[in-house]
Each structure stands twice: as structure tokens, then as C-alpha cells.
């Protein structure tokens, strides 16, 4: 480690400005990614750095998609915020948000306080777990024990570091914030009150939404999750079945309060990717895995006549197969680089309306670099629409993006998802999951 630390600082610091900018891609672990628009190091920071033998190098915060294309190269990342006028400046905000969503560890730099002894500013993210207060000042020392902290998760997590998702993103927060400010209500208890407890079952659904993503040498995932209210009638799971295959899926309940948050729990619950008896087990195909649900679901007797659309899809990572089946749910997207977006089609009713519904299932061959997009009804102003004399219709955005990698279609149809107007009556939960063979 030692021998490969000082290799890539000496590489480093042959000419870090230019290394950094015309940096293709990490191709070694790095213990620290120092992302900032300056064109070198703090000199005390990269004395640090050479104190304790640890790898590093310079990227520009607009390079920052260079680290989330490995992030089980990156060790933490540092994140140099001096001389920004706004701390909150949009594009900051938004390289740290993606930071935040493949949970890799931040460390969010203000300003350098010119003191004896140097020391800089720092303001934690709300999400990260590195950083679970707000700090005014901290020392090298201090810097060099919150880097410890995410090498340690890092070498102990292996793949990822485990941290929750962030903070929901409310779509209609925007909408309702001008409209409650044109009346001013007096202060009741009873409505602040409800409006913590819906704030807490927000924050208990994304407990079930995955920790960190089953990323391998294989196959890169990515994923954005963006509420309609405090809850979501949306939940999705990607989960690794065993050494060869990964589950998958989004689920749409009906509407987008408090019952369907509530039904995406059960569905969290009641779909099976596998069933073991003994020390053996079976994986279900994506045809039973539908069929199980509705079955499920059906034999609950929900009230208010819910139902639930979902598309499941297996994945084998050796064969590169890909299996899915569908209830209702928007067809997932192909994309493949010289073609254009490809719908996977295939038949099947909603979950939990009829008893004895059959679910039929489709296999395709994945080839590398193929991305894969699964999305919510929510998601569809951004991605594209079913127009009755012209079929299905792709959003420019969304072509736009066509041949990009899958985070970086995330990304953007994140961005575009929260900084759209939208009335209240169009507003919907948006979940998407994607997929890219690497």
C-alpha cells in the first residue's frame, strides 16, 4: 500500500493541474480525491497527505463524474469549497447530491481560517455519514481523524460504504411553500403534529430502500428516488440473490399518500426473489415472482380496491441474460450505443385486481456497455409518452442522453424532474433505476 501511495502522489505531482483535467478514469484505489476548482493543493493539506502516506490526486468539480464512474476506487472525497460565494451554489449542491446517491463518503471544506496553526471550515452534508454534525473549525489533526473515519468504513464495507439515501426530496414542497405563505394560518398542534408524523413515515419508507448498490467489476448502478409528498407510492430494491444473479424492480402503488406509502411496505415484504428450504434454495423466475405477489396481494382482501403495478427483472451477471416480467408497469428502456431506445415489452395485468392472473416473461442478451432504464408512471414527462396516432414518443432531454453513461441519465433526469413547474394536480412520485454492463 505504502509503495503504491507514494506512486501515485509522485505521478500526482508531476503536473496535478493537468493530470486532473484530462483525468479518463481512476485506475487504482485512491485514498483521497481532492475535488476543487484550484489548481493545486493547499500545501498543508498536501503535506498531510504525504505525512500519512496516503494516495490522492486533484480533480476539477466538474470532473466529478471521474470518481462516481469507480467509486470502489475512492477512499473519500474532499470537496473544497473556498471562494465560492454561496456555500449552496447549484452546481456544488448538485455534485454533492450525486456524491450523496452512491454513497461515497464527503468531506465538504469551506474556507482555510488564517490562524498559527491552520485550520479550515466545515459544514457537513445532512446525509453523510461522515459527517453527523456541523463543525465552525477543525484542525489537520481533526481533518486527518474524519478521513480515517471513511477509510475505515471504506476497508471495512469493501464494495461501498453503507449510508442511508438522502434527505427526501418533496416535489411538491415547492408547489404548497408559496401557497401557504399567501394565507397565514395560526399555529395548530394538531396539523404540526401530523405533519411530523408524516415527515417520520418518510423517513421509515427510505429505510427500506436499499443501503448501497450491488456494484461490481460487472455491471454499475444507479438510482433516484424523488417523493410526491412526506411518503411515496413508489419503492424499488435491487438486490444481489447470490453470486451470479441480482433481483431488481419498481413498484408503483396506486396514488401517492399515506395508503399507498403504506402498500409499498407490504410489497417490500411479501415479493420473494428466492425460496430456501434446507441448506438449498430456488431462485424464482421473474413470471413467478409477479405471479406470487399478486397472489399475495389478492388474498389480503385490500380495502379501498388498491392495486399495484410493478416490472421485476433477473439479472445473470456471467451470461450478461436478462429476464423480466411486468404488471401494468411502463416498459423498461434498452439502451444501446448506434441504436435507438429500445421498449422491452411484454404482457401482464396489475397486481392484486384478479385472483388467478398470469404473468408472461422475456429474456434478452445484454451486451457491454448496454444501459438499462426502470422507471415509474412518475417518470415518464421526463423520459417519454405514449401518443395515440404516433406511438411511443422520447422527450428531446431524454435522446439527449441516449448515448450517456447510466448516472449520468440519472443525474440529469433528476435535475430536470426537480426544477420543472408543475401544477399540483400533475404531480407524482418519480423513481428510477438504471443499469449499465460495464
Known sequence: ??????????????????????????????????????????AEIRKLFRHKKMSFCLLPLDKYDVIRNRPDLVGTVLVDAEGMENAQDRRLSRVLEALERDNIGIILLTQRIRQPVRSFSVVSSESSFSMPRTVESISLDDLWAWIRINLAERKHQNVGITAKPPAPIGLADKVWKNHATDQPQAENPFLDGLKEQLRLAGMLQRDFLPAQLPNSPEVRWAATFLPAEWVSGDIYDIARIDEQHVGFYVADAVGHSM???????????????????????????????????????????LSG??????????????????????????????????????????????????????????????????????????????????????????????????????????????????????????????????????
Not at 484530462?22 to 483521497?32: E, I, K, M, R
Not at 411486468?326 to 422491452?344: C, D, N, S, T, V
Not at 415509474?376 to 421526463?382: F, V, Y
Open 259 to 301: 395508503p399507498a406509502a403504506l402498500l409499498t411496505i407490504f410489497i417490500k415484504q411479501a415479493l420473494q426473489m428466492r425460496q430456501t428450504t434446507g441448506n438449498s434454495y430456488r431462485i424464482f423466475t421473474p413470471a413467478e415472482v409477479m405471479k406470487n405477489l399478486n397472489q399475495r396481494m389478492t388474498s389480503q382482501k
Open 305 to 438: 380496491h388498491q392495486f399495484v403495478t410493478c416490472c421485476y427483472c433477473l439479472l445473470n451477471l456471467k451470461t450478461r441474460q436478462l429476464t423480466l416480467a411486468r404488471a401494468g408497469h411502463p416498459y423498461p428502456i434498452l439502451l444501446r450505443k448506434g441504436e435507438p431506445p429500445q421498449q422491452l415489452e411484454t404482457r401482464g395485468s396489475l397486481l392484486g385486481v384478479f385472483e388467478n392472473a398470469e404473468f408472461v416473461q422475456q429474456s434478452v442478451e445484454l451486451q457491454a456497455g448496454d444501459r438499462l432504464l426502470l422507471y415509474s408512471d412518475g417518470a415518464e414527462p421526463l423520459i417519454g409518452q405514449l401518443r395515440d396516432k404516433n406511438g411511443f414518443q422520447y422527450t428531446n432531454e431524454f435522446l439527449a442522453l441516449a448515448d450517456a453513461p447510466i448516472t449520468e441519465i440519472i443525474d440529469r433526469l433528476t435535475e430536470i424532474a426537480t426544477d420543472r413547474e408543475v401544477k399540483p394536480a400533475e404531480i407524482d412520485d418519480v423513481t428510477i433505476t438504471g443499469l449499465q454492463l460495464l
Open 1 to 42: 500500500m505504502h509503495t503504491e501511495s507514494r506512486t501515485y502522489e509522485k505521478a500526482a505531482n508531476m503536473d496535478k493541474t493537468q493530470s486532473a483535467r484530462n483525468a479518463g478514469g481512476l485506475t487504482t484505489f485512491t485514498d483521497v480525491v481532492y475535488l476543487s476548482d484550484k489548481t493545486d493543493l493547499p
